[in-house]
């Protein structure tokens, strides 16, 4: 079972940040947080991942709250191409504990 | 960098034969490789978990002699469904891990979709 709490949907108009939300309340100490995304009809595609400190690449920013239960992924411009469904997923690396597993993740919708 | 493929991206067959899905990772080595599958609006689910010149693991569930998996080499993956039906026609999506980096992050292929007749 999918450890992360992430809203069905949301809206975000083009050119606007987009935030999506993830509670992951029963992270352990070891487990890093991942994002994925998927376009309709293509493979995830790998968005940026941290421990405990904020991270950004030149995707998206990853802020994780202090005590770790919670996290958001912050795409700064949307758009249109930005619209897929994102995927927030607790994980160890390596090891059987190490294995992605997917929720039904955020669908995020950028609208002109 | 960190490109994975898959061939082929789409296959129709007859049920009955079987079909074989290549994964690669292009510009790095992975020393694991999973495989997924995806149905109509549904979220992805892992097959199966290889790692080079060992036996695959799979998931409970899934039939490890209907879904064999090869795993030659640090950059080469397959599965092949055996005497497919249309109850396998599904989104094959196969990924890789990084070996080595900090959190050991998976890519993924672009997926190949079967159809199985």
């Known amino acids: 079972d999918a450890k992360t709490t992430q809203p069905t949907s949301m809206d975000c108009a083009e050119g606007r940040a987009a935030n999506l939300p993830c509670n992951h309340s029963?992270?352990?100490?070891?487990?890093?947080v991942y994002w994925y995304r998927q376009i309709h009809s293509q493979g995830p595609q790998y968005i940026i991942h941290?421990?405990?400190n904020n991270e950004t690449n030149e995707m998206a920013s990853l802020i994780i709250t202090e005590d770790r239960k919670s996290s958001t992924l912050i795409l700064p411009h949307a758009t249109l191409r930005d619209t897929a469904v994102y995927y927030c997923?607790?994980?160890?690396?390596?090891?059987?504990?190490?294995?992605?597993?997917f929720g039904k993740g955020t669908k995020l919708s950028v609208k002109p | 960098g960190a490109v994975v493929s898959q061939h082929p991206s789409w296959v129709i067959c007859k049920s009955g034969t079987s079909v074989k899905i290549e994964c690669r990772s292009l510009?790095?080595?992975?020393?694991?490789m999973f495989w997924y599958r995806q149905f109509p609006k549904q979220s992805l689910m892992l097959m199966a978990t290889?790692?080079?010149?060992?036996?695959?693991?799979?998931e409970q569930g899934v039939e490890k002699d209907k879904f064999l998996i090869n795993h030659a080499s640090l950059t080469l993956s397959t599965l092949t469904v055996t005497s497919a039906h249309p109850e396998d026609s599904s989104f094959y999506i196969c990924?890789?891990?990084?070996?080595?980096?900090?959190?050991?992050?998976?890519?993924f292929g672009p997926g190949t979709r079967l159809l199985v007749l």
């Open positions: 941290g421990l405990k």
């Open positions: 990924s890789a891990a990084l070996a080595g980096t900090p959190g050991e992050t998976q890519y």
């Open positions: 029963t992270i352990s100490g070891n487990e890093y």
């Open positions: 997923i607790v994980r160890v690396p390596g090891g059987s504990q190490g294995n992605l597993i």
């Open positions: 290889s790692n080079e010149g060992s036996k695959a693991t799979y």
């Open positions: 510009d790095f080595q992975a020393t694991t």
